[in-house]
């Protein structure tokens, strides 16, 4: 943002999720069957992040040791994406802080369905 008035087109998405094709999901390449995969991955491990927990400290202690595995860029691209619905926005553990757990969870099923469709 370089003016006040950037923050309702940079930041509407924490107020509602715009509609986005799923090819913003698409990580250089990767078949969507692997999003897919990975957005459910993550759906599963949020889940079993205790409300206390749901902070960046807490979502970066559960979700970035996933990423050494499955990697770093086919993870976080598509839950930031999922979540902002942008191809530039915040980070995804920023995002989902101010979210909160039940709308990431809303935004992550959103994302899955679209791939599914």
Do not use: H, Q
């Amino acid at each position: 943002m370089k003016i006040l008035s950037d923050f309702k087109i940079a930041a509407d998405f924490f107020f509602e999720l715009p509609d986005y094709n799923k090819g913003l999901l698409v990580w250089k390449g990767i078949e969507e069957n692997k999003i897919k995969n990975n957005l459910k991955l993550l759906s599963e491990e949020i889940k079993k992040i205790p409300e206390a927990d749901f902070d960046i400290r807490g979502l970066e202690r559960v979700i970035m040791p996933l990423t050494e595995v499955w990697g770093r860029g086919e993870l976080l691209w598509p839950l930031r994406a999922s979540l902002s619905g942008k191809a530039a926005s915040p980070g995804p553990f920023e995002i989902m802080e101010i979210l909160g757990k039940e709308e990431t969870l809303k935004r992550l099923e959103i994302a899955v369905n679209k791939i599914s469709l």
